[in-house]
């Protein structure tokens, strides 16, 4: 177990509906990043937030956001779904946001969208 | 376009025998992370690769770094079953924040 919560673990939606994901870190951390695993993609990094503002932002959809709140939990939304956007969506979680520590990650959100 | 390739991209062994997965990626860069991920679970953690000759073992699993080739290697010794599992590398780009970057992963299937 490595500390880092996501719910719900799994999702059934149909196309152009919205979801909202969450992760709760570990706690103690401040980082928080989001990714996506999926067939047709591989794993793809999502974005990061830290303390509360974003940090770094990579191959995230316009249709994507994402948010920290004050209590350190974070939220993925997705809107307007595609059928594409099936996947694993995990979160992972760090101390701080420096590139020399450990990313502890969590067990993830499925989501099928129909 | 930023380029992680692994290979191979599937790796079949012996209990007891050595093999190595490469990892070549295509950007300037002195950081480069190992994970491993079991069916149908998250991803876990290996190794964090911070310079030029960093080498790091945690039991039967040793990764190295030569930035200069832009060639990670992980190096699996007398392999057991318990390492079945899949293997991603990734690269964090120079100047590009927390921008990570991963290789499509190294599916291992250890043979008792």
């Known amino acids: 177990d490595s500390g880092v919560t996501q719910t719900p673990k799994h999702l059934i939606t149909a196309t152009g509906q919205r979801v909202t994901l969450r992760c709760s870190p570990r706690?103690?951390?401040?980082?928080v990043y989001w990714y996506q695993q999926s067939l047709d993609q591989g794993l793809q990094f999502l974005i990061q937030y830290y303390n509360g503002e974003e940090r770094a932002k990579g191959n995230i959809l316009e249709r994507f956001s994402a948010q920290q709140f004050p209590d350190l939990h974070s939220e993925l939304n997705l809107s307007s779904l595609e059928l594409g956007d099936s996947a694993l969506y995990f979160c992972a979680s760090s101390a701080r946001q420096t590139y020399q520590e450990t990313q502890y990650f969590g067990p993830g959100t499925r989501l099928l969208v129909l | 376009e930023l380029k992680v390739e692994q290979n191979p991209l599937f790796l079949s062994m012996q209990e007891g025998k050595n093999y190595t997965i490469y990892c070549n990626y295509s950007?300037?860069?002195?950081?480069l992370y190992w994970y491993r991920q079991d069916p149908g679970k998250s991803l876990e953690s290996l190794f964090v690769?911070?310079?030029?000759?960093a080498v790091k073992q945690e039991g039967r699993l040793m990764a190295s770094l030569d930035t200069k080739a832009r060639l990670s290697t992980l190096h699996i010794t007398a392999a057991v079953h318990d390492l079945s599992a899949t293997y991603f590398c990734a690269v964090l780009p120079m100047n590009t924040g927390n921008q990570f970057y991963f290789g499509t992963g190294t599916s291992l299937t250890v043979i008792p």
């Open positions: 950007t300037t860069s002195d950081r």
């Open positions: 706690s103690g951390d401040l980082s």
């Open positions: 690769l911070l310079s030029n000759g």
